[in-house]
């Protein structure tokens, strides 16, 4: 959850450390610190907030240095504070560490420190970590390399960590287990981040450590890697594939915005090279590798937290409607904790923005201790879920900043659609002039996208008479169900208005005792299998006096008389409606939260990676 960075080379350390944090700020702003090494000495300065609050401190301190890290929290142990920032020093203060992650067994091993005079400044077990790999150093005369590997065999729990030593000023060690750690290679010196962003305006050469794995980073030598069992490990050694004008807004006034209007690109991005509409060819490496695997599946499990559980919700409708196929969709932080009955035939597919999600990784590894087949949906190349699992699919979305999910959402369903119309299209299920209508149909989505878009005034002027709402609920049916969900985690995140998703016809069975004149209910109403169902749940809530915005099928006048305000999208494709109904509420709450004054790329007690469980 929180962000790493780290350099070591001839180039000033302060500069890069402040931009590659803000680059990182998404995965949490707590607080920041750096730590910087000059002259063999350490100056560290940190400070509860932002890393513009931390720049606003550092302004007239020395900042010289060729070796330095940084930080930015978000708060596991111990509240946000000046002094649970990080980075921490030892008790000796000789070196000083940064950390993501949680060391579940800090309790017993800061009580063992404890009894042996090291004294905490602070209530994070971070700082557990400096002084044991200091009180490791001192009992066995080891150099930092061997202390911290040793250390780390003391550990349980999640980690990814940079070290600094004042004493061996020269190199930096990092290590992860289950938190992110990719080194840039350069010219003489050595880039450490928990994700690519910070790298990659510098090096495009990079490698991820995989769990378990401490990394000596010295200027001069080949980067050296052993095991926490202390096996030695060649390097292998990557190119990235980030596009540096992609971590920009662009001109947008919010990560978020861009992101939302780059889904016609993200969603063409994510078809391009895989499906052909004129001759009915869908080419997937992954898919291709397991194919009888998944046509011979008793069922297919899908993963995932969040919108990525959302976008599983989806693919359930599209694989048993296309392929025939039964599917469960379970939330990756809810499934290994219910001892989940598995077999050797099913397939495991595990959906995540980052490819970190620690939840999610702890499920795909539980499925495959059980036999299950893995299949990975993500957006980071390199990720930990894109290694952990049998075969997958990146969704080529492209960075995604802002905190609340858009573009990976309509990515992944992208994605999810052409699999089940693969499985459709092979197995039988689906007949040839149907194959053929829905992959021409899904051609088309990234146009219908823009034209969405283009009702972004009208929502402005909604947003404009809701903002002050302190409750909304969004109804859908079945496909549009999830979108509904969906739609109220964005305002949820965003604007701290309290919001509710439900399937329209279970609003009767106990919502609709919520509903008055002060409710507005958003209702997803496209024409489809059930249109005429959602009407009436429209009239039963105008009925109780609630006031109606309704997503509505271009050139519909029956819900459009009905509802007090109408947002008008494509005719689409049922099953394929989502790829558009979810983006004009995504541009709700976005305005929404605008107009209520709210940080939008940076809400408050979220962060974009959950890398703790």
């Not at 001839?10 to 910087?36: C, M, N, T």
């Not at 409708?317 to 969709?329: G, S």
């Amino acid at each position: 959850m929180c962000g790493i960075v780290a350099y070591i080379g001839p180039k000033q350390a302060y500069p890069l450390l402040i931009k590659g944090l803000h680059r990182l700020e998404y995965r949490g702003y707590d607080s920041a610190g750096v730590a910087l090494m000059h002259d063999n000495k350490i100056c560290l300065y940190k400070s509860k907030g932002k890393v513009s609050d931390l720049e606003q401190y550092i302004s007239n301190k020395d900042t010289k240095g060729n070796v330095g890290i940084g930080h930015t929290r978000w708060a596991t142990h111990g509240s946000p504070n000046d002094v649970n920032a990080h980075p921490h020093y030892s008790m000796s203060e000789d070196l000083v560490i940064i950390h993501n992650g949680i060391i579940e067994n800090y309790a017993t091993l800061k009580e063992g420190l404890s009894k042996r005079g090291y004294i905490f400044k602070s209530e994070t077990d971070t700082e557990v970590l400096a002084h044991l790999i200091e009180d490791i150093q001192k009992k066995g005369n080891y150099n930092l390399f061997e202390a911290v590997r040793l250390a780390l065999s003391e550990v349980v729990g999640a980690y990814a960590i940079v070290v600094m030593s004042k004493n061996e000023p020269n190199h930096l060690i990092a290590a992860k287990k289950g938190s992110p750690m990719v080194i840039g290679i350069g010219e003489n010196e050595f880039y450490m981040a928990s994700d690519a962003t910070p790298i990659v305006e510098h090096t495009r050469n990079v490698v991820y450590l995989n769990d378990e794995e401490v990394a000596l980073i010295e200027p001069g030598n080949d980067l050296r890697i052993i095991t926490v069992g202390n096996h030695e490990i060649t390097p292998y050694i990557q190119q990235l594939q980030i596009e540096l004008e992609l971590l920009e807004k662009g001109g947008y006034d919010h990560f978020m915005l861009k992101e939302i209007n780059e889904q016609q690109r993200s969603i063409r991005d994510s078809l391009r090279g895989r499906m052909d509409p004129n001759t009915g060819r869908i080419s997937m490496a992954g898919i291709i590798d397991f194919e009888k695997k998944f046509l011979q599946a008793r069922r297919i499990i899908i993963i995932g937290c969040g919108t990525s559980w959302h976008a599983g919700l989806v693919g359930e409708y599209l694989f048993e409607e296309y392929a025939r196929i039964p599917v469960e969709v379970e939330y990756a932080s809810e499934f290994r904790y219910r001892n989940p009955i598995l077999y050797e035939d099913d397939i495991v597919i595990a959906i995540s923005q980052s490819g970190e999600t620690a939840d999610t990784l702890a499920a795909i590894q539980l499925a495959k201790q059980k036999g299950a087949t893995i299949f990975g949906i993500c957006n980071v190349v390199g990720s930990s879920i894109a290694r952990a699992t049998d075969a997958g699919a990146y969704t080529h979305a492209g960075p995604e900043i802002g905190v609340a999910s858009t573009k990976a959402f309509t990515a992944q369903v992208s994605v999810l659609a052409l699999i089940a119309l693969a499985l459709g299209n092979k197995n039988g299920n689906l007949s040839e002039t149907a194959y053929r209508k829905t992959l021409t149909q899904l051609d088309r989505v990234p146009e219908m996208v823009s034209e969405v878009l283009k009702t972004e005034e009208v929502v402005k002027r909604l947003a404009a008479l809701f903002k002050d709402a302190r409750n909304f609920l969004y109804l859908g049916r079945g496909v549009n169900f999830p979108v509904a969900l969906e739609g109220a985690l964005k305002l949820k995140e965003i604007s701290y208005i309290h919001a509710e998703g439900y399937p329209a016809a279970e609003m009767k069975h106990g919502p609709i005792a919520l509903i008055d004149e002060q409710m507005p209910v958003v209702v997803i109403a496209n024409r489809n299998t059930s249109y005429e169902k959602i009407v009436s749940n429209i009239q039963e809530v105008k009925a109780r006096g609630a006031q109606v915005i309704a997503i509505v099928t271009k050139g519909d006048k029956e819900v459009t008389r009905l509802a007090d305000y109408a947002i008008e999208i494509p005719d689409i494709d049922e099953l394929l409606s989502p790829l558009i109904t979810v983006v004009p509420l995504q541009l709700l709450s976005y305005h929404i939260a605008v107009l209520r004054g709210c940080n939008v790329d940076q809400p408050r007690n979220l962060a974009k990676s959950v890398t703790v469980e």
